[in-house]
């Protein structure tokens, strides 16, 4: 698939280059506009594990891990989520994609540019905007299939089906006072280049990158009139992006004085390659990161529709210049727990004529209506149910040992171990006997993945690659980044 930049050409003489991401987390928490508190409406976030409802420099440098390809960025970076109001009523989340962020040098060539600061923060967009973002940062592309044939780049969301992918995006501010780490509207620390030489302004005169933060969703299956934000904004018009800065050491500025790092496919596409980046890539890391900080206690629609947007967001139509609408009645906050008791899932939306593949299990419940033998038309979700209960495995397992595992899952299904558990290689074949499975597998230290076959992709690998200890067990091992430990039942075989 070819990928467009939506915003900004290469223009200036210095380093540039993509990181790619996998998004941590779904959830109400703003540490930059509403820190300490559940926030007003529904983000997606991407980078450091302990991104929380509060901000400071030692969370993010404690976060085990980064949804960010390069490991050393454990900075976090976040906009309102895209949801659909289904034709009952109700409300789902719109499947993320995929996340890019460019750091792009548009400043004159020659210019020297300044890595951000830890704890720098900015915040771009107004949620409540009724108009167009007059700087022209806030954009919308239909970028894949896209049935209409036109073509759509536009500072709202469209007005015909998208296909498959639409894109959402906003370019920072690249200019700072050199002063504040942020600001009390978390803006006026900031500035865009401007003029005829797009320089910083005097007020701003320190020469930064501009990070471009695009978030791209799977829409196939919603028509557009069903699409806004998490705000209730159909229109769009209120998009807006924060960012929370935390990179390990001078990697990068380092990336930034690299010569090599002049391309803005770097460190995937075409061009010179990032030579300080590309060392520091790390693709496996990036989709096993997890959030590991608590977070409110509530449904998002990832897994099921739900009646209302979290927090009190009406829909309404900014582009007709409706007011945002207020309820009649304060909607209750959340609790605040730990992630595993809520997650993300990872799933599929089935096409009509399709059949389910893959199976949502949540702390010991799975998804059981409809079959996974019957059709899906129209489009369905699957809901958790509470899954029948046993003692134990009804069968002996037997140690398969350690196997790679791969994008595409050898095992399809995970199971997310309840709070207060701690995973042995004997709960999780306990917890896939109990859904009907006949294979288990420990991956990363506390996944527990089932399935009644193995793709082909995982093979068999060497006994020390799994090497992280299970929480419950010490003694045992569960798998490792990318690589598990397989049980199988009943003397299964791969």
């Not at 467009?4 to 290469?10: D, G, I, K, R, W």
């Amino acid at each position: 698939m070819k990928y467009f930049h939506l915003l900004t050409s290469l223009a200036g003489g210095g380093a540039s280059f993509l990181l790619q991401a996998q998004h941590i987390a779904q959830e109400r928490f703003d540490p930059i506009v509403q820190p300490g508190v559940v926030s007003g409406h529904l983000h997606t976030v991407v980078g450091a594990s302990t991104f929380s409802q509060s901000f400071s420099p030692n969370i993010q440098a404690n976060a085990h891990c980064s949804s960010m390809i390069v490991q050393e960025n454990k900075s976090n970076y976040w906009m309102p989520s895209l949801v659909a109001r289904l034709s009952n009523g109700s409300f789902s989340s719109v499947p993320l994609k995929e996340t890019r962020v460019y750091y792009l040098n548009n400043h004159a060539p020659g210019t020297h540019v300044t890595a951000f600061p830890r704890g720098f923060r900015m915040l771009v967009g107004n949620p409540g905007a009724t108009s167009a973002d007059p700087a022209g940062k806030i954009k919308y592309r239909c970028q894949d299939g896209f049935a209409s044939g036109r073509e759509f780049l536009q500072d709202h969301l469209p007005y015909f089906d998208c296909g498959d992918f639409l894109r959402a995006s906003v370019s920072f501010p690249d200019c700072w006072d050199g002063k504040n780490l942020n600001s009390t509207d978390n803006k006026s620390h900031v500035a865009y280049r401007y003029g005829g030489n797009l320089t910083c302004p005097d007020s701003h005169p320190v020469s930064m990158m501009q990070i471009d933060l695009e978030m791209g969703y799977a829409t196939k299956g919603f028509k557009w009139d069903q699409l806004m934000l998490s705000t209730g904004d159909q229109a769009g018009y209120g998009l807006h992006a924060d960012y929370l800065s935390f990179w390990e050491g001078d990697l990068l500025q380092a990336a930034l004085n690299d010569s090599s790092c002049q391309n803005r496919q770097n460190i995937f596409g075409d061009g010179a390659q990032c030579a300080t980046l590309v060392p520091h890539r790390n693709d496996n890391a990036m989709y096993s990161c997890r959030l590991e900080a608590a977070i409110p206690q509530e449904e998002t629609g990832v897994v099921t529709p739900i009646p209302t947007l979290p927090g009190c967001n009406l829909p309404y139509n900014s582009t007709a210049n409706q007011a945002k609408p207020t309820c009649s009645s304060t909607p209750p906050t959340p609790a605040i727990g730990p992630a595993s008791g809520f997650v993300n899932f990872s799933w599929q939306r089935a096409t009509a004529g399709t059949k389910l593949v893959m199976i949502a299990i949540y702390n010991g419940f799975k998804s059981n209506s409809p079959p996974l033998s019957s059709p899906c038309s129209p489009p369905k979700t699957l809901a958790a149910t509470p899954a029948s209960t046993s003692n134990g495995p009804t069968a002996p397992w037997a140690s398969l040992g350690c196997y790679t595992d791969h994008t595409d899952r050898g095992l399809q299904a995970q199971v997310k171990v309840a709070s207060g558990l701690s995973l042995t290689g004997s709960l999780c074949q306990e917890l896939c006997n109990r859904n009907g499975y006949i294979y288990a597998g420990t991956e990363y230290g506390t996944q527990c993945w089932c399935g009644n076959s193995v793709r082909t992709t995982s093979t068999k690998a060497n006994e020390a690659a799994c090497n992280m200890p299970c929480p419950g067990k010490t003694s045992e091992k569960c798998g490792a980044a990318w690589f598990m430990n397989l049980y199988s039942k009943n003397s299964a075989t791969t």
